[in-house]
T-cell receptor, first 112, second 112 residues
Framework: NAGVTQTPKFQVLKTGQSMTLQCAQD?????MSWYRQDPGMGLRLIHY???????DQGEVPNGYNVSRSTTEDFPLRLLSAAPSQTSVYFC???????????FGNGTRLTVT | SQQGEEDPQALSIQEGENATMNCSYK?????LQWYRQNSGRGLVHLIL?????REKHSGRLRVTLDTSKKSSSLLITASRAADTASYFC????????????FGAGTRLTVKP
């Protein structure tokens, strides 16, 4: 049972480049979410999904897009990377209703 | 904005001592959860306490919740070097079930 898998683990982008952070879970969880973690800021919610075909914005959605075509996958797209998006990104999932989140190990992104 | 705020930001104790971390939040909640994060890893769920509960135990962990003061505490008894990690509280606001907010965390160091 792999849980929540994030790829890649590390990524360096130049300003203006685009990329997709992958997140997959094998627990048949309905709820999935993306957070970014910055020093001294805790985790901030970017986008979330309560099921396939449904997504919504969190606290800091600007500059990011998401889609949820399957229950298992919830990719996060950076449309035009900016240095302010340098951060560690975590994907999490939950069965829904219980709100106990299962986290991936994160993607460390640096934008130069 | 962050919902939960942990106090202290950092805590250093000797092995065998107890560690107490506090969390304050701003709005009425459904549940409050505590998570642990080892360096370079994702967060791991420790314990969930519902808004109608006042105290909960899990092994060496004891969590209290005071909804009148909008605060919670996490007590780790008989700490071990392996407890060294960052600890975060997370809340889901009463009227916003899909939005889990995290504090900035307490960095606990347990010296052997």
């Amino acid at each position: 049972n792999a849980g929540v898998t994030q790829t890649p683990k590390f990524q360096v982008l130049k300003t203006g480049q685009s990329m997709t952070l992958q997140c997959a879970q094998d627990m048949n969880h309905e709820y999935m979410s993306w957070y970014r973690q910055d020093p001294g800021m805790g985790l901030r919610l970017i986008h979330y999904s309560v099921g396939a075909g449904i997504t919504d914005q969190g606290e800091v959605p600007n500059g990011y897009n998401v889609s949820r075509s399957t229950t298992e996958d919830f990719p996060l797209r950076l449309l035009s990377a900016a240095p302010s998006q340098t951060s560690v990104y975590f994907c999490a999932s939950s069965p829904g209703g219980q709100w106990t989140l299962h986290f991936g190990n994160g993607t460390r992104l640096t934008v130069t | 904005s962050q919902q939960g705020e942990e106090d202290p930001q950092a805590l250093s104790i000797q092995e065998g001592e107890n560690a107490t971390m506090n969390c304050s939040y701003k709005t009425s909640i459904n549940n409050l959860q505590w998570y642990r994060q080892n360096s370079g890893r994702g967060l791991v769920h420790l314990i969930l306490i519902r808004s109608n509960e006042r105290e909960k135990h899990s092994g060496r962990l004891r969590v209290t919740l005071d909804t009148s003061k909008k605060s919670s505490s996490l007590l780790i008894t008989a700490s071990r070097a392996a407890d060294t990690a960052s600890y975060f509280c997370a809340t889901d606001a009463l009227l916003e079930n899909n939005d889990m907010r995290f504090g900035a965390g307490t960095r606990l160091t347990v010296k052997p």
